[in-house]
């Protein structure tokens, strides 16, 4: 690099500009395949934005904490987004409230399914302990599965990339599983959806339809919840 | 959109000094998710402008989790070391969630639409 650049360069990564823009330009090439793609879930936004930002940042050398420091004011409106999935919930209440008693046991056997079956195969393969601690609230949306791990002995920064992965794999999954078990009522698929693969399956569920969409969100907020409460409990009688 | 953005963070903020103040273990966002669904059903339905705004957000719900999902260059150390446990455990695991989730709904509709039956 030529002097000149070399100080732009110096200038640009101290602030949080660059790292702001180039998650939202990953995220427009991203999105711009996954339509070209005709939406097809293996082009998954994330994936395809979380590799072009790796990509990127391990062949500047540049630092994650550094990306973060620009990237956080996007990470800041999950909370916010979050708040908002009260809006379809309420749209489609009427619906939910007919269904409660499917939507409760679905809920707690997906769940339970979610969190055990993530410890034991990783404990029958030989992962390590903080590992398999780190993927029990993988089906959890983000802030919420990292307050838990801190909670249970996980690694909190490993917990919010298991669940990216995790979202991304509900995501991409999704319709050929449910396809295959002929299983057609948007208001089951979303509800799964949200459960087993949280925001990223949510924001998926949308994409096809409002109901799947409110169905995922309703989903993801309860399991959230009931993880949140079950979770250490559990571990704890466990050992 | 300002007055929307900024119920969001009323609610959020609501939320987040609820669970921090009582101790609860739910998040406080989710919290404020279950405080605005109140406060929706008391006043009857969201605003013209709650809900462009809302719609906008979640329409990009995806974009939101790109910052976290980047954090993956920090752990790739541990990935290469335990990729075939991880890669297992999220795969069946994410896939079994799934079919048990919508398998025990389908039972449970089932039983509430069969005639006769108390739900």
Not at chain 1, 100 to 122: M, Q, R
Not at chain 1, 228 to 236: D, I, K, Q, T
Not at chain 2, 63 to 70: C, I, Q, R, S
Request: charge should be positive.
């Amino acid at each position: 690099m030529t002097p000149q650049l070399t100080e732009i360069w110096v200038y640009l990564s101290a602030s949080p500009l660059l790292g702001l823009t180039v998650t939202l330009l990953a995220y427009q090439a991203a999105f711009w395949l996954y339509r070209r793609s005709g939406m097809n879930p293996l082009a998954n936004p994330v994936l395809i934005a979380v590799a072009i930002l790796v990509l990127l940042l391990t062949s500047t050398a540049t630092s994650y904490e550094t990306y973060f420091a620009g990237a956080q004011f996007v990470h800041f409106l999950l909370g916010p987004a979050t708040v908002a999935l009260a809006i379809p919930l309420y749209t489609q209440f009427r619906r939910v409230r007919s269904m409660l008693l499917p939507v409760v046991a679905g809920l707690i056997a997906g769940s339970l399914t979610a969190a055990l079956s993530a410890i034991a195969i990783a404990r029958l393969f030989g992962a390590s302990l903080p590992t398999q601690l780190s993927l029990a609230p993988k089906s959890v949306t983000t802030p919420i599965a990292m307050g838990i791990a801190e909670r249970i002995g996980g690694i909190p920064s490993l917990t919010a990339v298991l669940v990216i992965v995790t979202g991304i794999l509900g995501a991409v999954g999704a319709r050929a599983i449910f396809d295959a078990m002929k299983l057609h009522d948007p208001a089951i698929r979303g509800f799964a959806i949200g459960v087993a693969s949280h925001g990223i399956g949510t924001a998926r569920a949308f994409l096809v339809s409002e109901q799947a969409g409110a169905f995922a969100a309703l989903a993801m907020g309860l399991n959230g919840a009931l993880t949140a409460l079950l979770l250490p409990l559990l571990l704890g009688w466990l050992r | 959109m300002l007055s929307a953005l900024t119920q969001l963070l009323v609610f959020q903020l609501a939320g987040e000094v609820v669970a921090r103040g009582l101790n609860l273990p739910v998040p406080g966002p989710v919290l404020g998710m279950l405080f605005l669904f109140v406060a929706l059903a008391l006043r009857g339905g969201p605003g013209h402008e709650l809900q462009t705004t809302s719609q906008n957000l979640l329409q990009h719900l995806s974009l939101l989790f790109v910052p976290a999902g980047t954090g993956i260059m920090v752990h790739l150390h541990r990935v290469a070391d335990e990729w075939l446990p991880l890669l297992l455990s999220l795969l069946i695991s994410t896939v079994a969630t799934l079919v048990v989730t919508a398998l025990v709904m389908k039972l449970c509709m089932r039983r509430q639409a069969a005639p006769g039956e108390a739900p």
